[in-house]
């Protein structure tokens, strides 16, 4: 057990719906990732937050929007869903805002299936 | 573009008999290096960072090793049990702390 919870474990919707993924981060962690892994692309950096604020920006759709909260857990909105978002979708976090020393920590996943 | 090449895709291994998974790169400039666990349906489980070239560092059967192209992932003896998705990432210097991640390697160890 990484420490890294999300939820839902899984989620159905359907096209044009928007779905809310959450993610508690380790106790302590304040930078927290998103991360979306579909079978031919591979694991693919989203955004990622330190302590309430965007940091940096990967391949991120604009239909999609995240934050981070004062409480440091973190909330992915992802809208007018397309058949192509269904990927299973991770939040990892660490423990401080610059690296090397840093080691990514993630959680179990959200399943998103969009029908 | 910051590219993390992995081979081979797959992998079939006899139990006990031991092979080299291998994570070639190409970036601007390396910060770390990272080896990842996976098992279906499940989040990227951390075993290792590197983070210099000749660095080396050992769990169990697994022993990682880092050059400046390339880092190895070393198994012996592998056990069933050490069957799963292992994946590479390096995290690159400029100011993104973003993980690149290569698209994985599939080891099968049949008992």
């Known amino acids: 057990d990484s420490g890294v919870t999300q939820t839902p474990k899984h989620l159905i919707t359907a096209t044009g719906q928007r779905v809310t993924l959450r993610c508690s981060p380790r106790?302590?962690?304040?930078?927290v990732y998103w991360y979306q892994q579909s079978l031919d692309q591979g694991l693919q950096f989203l955004i990622q937050?330190?302590?309430?604020?965007?940091?940096a920006k990967g391949n991120i759709l604009e239909r999609f929007s995240a934050q981070q909260f004062p409480d440091l857990h973190s909330e992915l909105n992802l809208s007018s869903l397309e058949l192509g978002d269904s990927a299973l979708y991770f939040c990892a976090s660490s423990s401080s805002r610059t690296a090397p020393t840093d080691t990514q920590y993630f959680g179990p996943g959200t399943r998103l299936t969009v029908l | 573009e910051d590219q993390v090449t992995q081979s081979p895709e797959a992998l079939r291994l006899q139990e006990g008999e031991s092979s080299s998974l291998n994570c070639s790169y190409t970036v601007s400039g390396l910060r770390g290096l990272f080896w990842y666990r996976q098992d279906p349906g499940k989040g990227p489980e951390f075993l290792f960072t590197?983070?210099?070239a000749g660095e080396e560092k050992e769990k169990e059967r697994l022993k990682a090793t880092l050059t400046k192209k390339e880092s190895f992932l070393h198994i012996t003896a592998p056990k069933p049990e050490d069957s799963a998705t292992y994946l590479c990432?390096?995290?690159?210097?400029?100011?993104?702390?973003?993980?690149?991640f290569g698209k994985g390697m599939k080891l099968t160890v049949n008992p």
């Open positions: 590197l983070y210099s």
């Open positions: 990432a390096v995290l690159t210097q400029g100011g993104s702390e973003k993980l690149v």
């Open positions: 937050y330190y302590n309430g604020e965007e940091r």
């Open positions: 106790s302590g962690d304040l930078s």
